[in-house]
């Protein structure tokens, strides 16, 4: 979308609206869901959350094009590291699948200066923030250790152990408010991603802990797809995760996650707050993985289909197209040109794939510490002699 900074407003502490105004007739009678854009594609002027604050979201139509291509290219990249891995090309692959608006909708949301700390399934996030699409790739494909800068693009590294960059990101974020940098609108807000089965983890219970105790200005954003690999939600937990939020003593609030424009007046609520120095707070992305959990899962074993025909019913792309034909805000060229250039960056980032270069194997002793240590050295040795040893081969 355009890099402007479209406006979100929101009003804290006012009371609930009358009903005609929520969401519930839209969300399934679910008053507890945060939504601005049925699935049908009916834009709702302005929504709830529990404790009265109103959203809305009010973009050029300009913008809301530039989400409607944000969510197709990443959909389709996406689409493309799916198939890369089906033809041997990736190792492994988790997809965003059915996830994009929340992706979509809170990258969009962080200003420049805030930093994110993403699981293994952020690529949205990673698109907003941008990030070339390539870069998790090689990772993907064991051909290097998956490495951006994380301090030039403000987004970590990508993170499979489940829960850790909770705890990361809340060091990061007292140590923002530490240094002062909170408290005005040019204040730096954290974002934390983790999932639903997350939730059941230490770390992101002491997460929850240490952020809220140090008025850490970090938001903990929720992604609920439903599933941990196998496991349902609920597995996890007997209440909505949201409230979860109250117990730790800071504000929760659930979005409709396959709703860009909810996801993005949320999240740039919370991310508001946080940098104004009022604290953490937890956004539950209520929405689904609509595919598989990684490439190495076969989620027919433990799901029916009926029920990811429900939930395709509420696809976060094509509520957003209905609304911009209704809206009259884009027609038939304007979508092809978005299919164009997404079939166009699809088959760019398959050529880079198969001409990633395979590394030499005595690389991967190259960057565990910064400067090197003599045990490495060692083992370097030993494993170069350890080749060499294997006479005419390619090493
Ligand atoms: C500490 C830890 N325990 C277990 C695993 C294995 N594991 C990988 S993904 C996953 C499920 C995570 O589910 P959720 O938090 O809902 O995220 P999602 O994959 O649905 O986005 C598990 C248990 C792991 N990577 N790390
Ligand atoms: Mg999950």
Redesign the pocket.
Known sequence: MAKGDPGVTTTRGRRAAPRAKRTAATAGGDPELVQLLTPAGERIESAFGPDGTEYRADFTDEEYRGLYRDLVLVRKLDAEATALQRQGELGLW?SLLGQEAAQVGSGRALRRQDMAFP?Y?EHGVLYCRGIDPIMPLGLFRGVDQGGWDPNEFKFNMYT?????QTLHATGYAMGVHMDGKTGGDDGEAVIAY??????S?GDVNEAFVWASVFNAPLVFFC?N?Q???SEPLERQTRVPLYQRARGFGFPGVRVDGNDVLASYAVTRHALDNARHGQGPSLIEAYTY?MGA?TTSDDPTRYRIASEVEAWQAKDPIARMKAFLEKQKMADESFFAEVDEQARAESVHLRERVLAMPDPEPVTMFDHVYPHGSPELDEQRAQFSRYLESFEGSAH
């Open positions: 988790a699981t399934r499979i152990v489940i829960g850790a983790f999932g639903d089965g997350a939730t983890q992604q797809n599933y941990a690999i993985r959990h």
